[in-house]
């Protein structure tokens, strides 16, 4: 995948691009613009996964700067059973926000994705660049 991804759904859109990691690893950056649900999300990322590569362990940035986001946890679980169809058995995913509700979820989102097998690390950033150091540390 070299150019950007595009999806829409309900009232949101997601956009998807690749960034290399100085060690040669790629991340994924999500970046979600509207009102979306969890549900919402996987619907977009259903879409997306046939046109992307997910290695078993993903690395993966979530944009909701420009977001506002419903969390729910049916729409985890919708999320974390599409990854593991696609074989991911680890996620390393940042989220890009400067709001609290990000952090206040990050409980619920670590438990469902726990609970259908995929290991999962967390970390909030102030900005892309900064989820994408975050994300090159992750081994």
Do not use: K
């Not at 613009?33 to 996987?42: I, K, P, V």
Request: glycine share 4%; with cysteine.
């Amino acid at each position: 995948m070299t150019e950007a991804l595009i999806e829409h759904h309900a009232a949101c859109t997601v956009v998807v691009r690749q960034h290399p990691l100085p060690d040669g690893r790629t991340a994924l950056a999500f970046a979600i613009h509207g009102e979306f649900s969890s549900g919402d999300f996987a619907v977009c990322l259903e879409r997306f996964l046939p046109r992307i590569v997910l290695p078993g362990h993903s690395l993966v940035v979530m944009d909701l700067r420009e977001a506002i986001r419903s969390t729910d946890a049916h729409g985890l679980f919708q999320q974390a059973e599409l990854l593991t169809r696609a074989r991911v058995w680890r996620l390393s995913v940042s989220y890009v926000s400067t709001s609290e509700t990000a952090e206040a979820v990050m409980p619920l989102v670590r438990d469902v994705f726990e609970q259908v097998n995929v290991a999962i690390d967390t970390h909030i950033a102030p900005t892309l660049e900064d989820a994408l150091v975050w994300l090159a540390t992750q081994t």
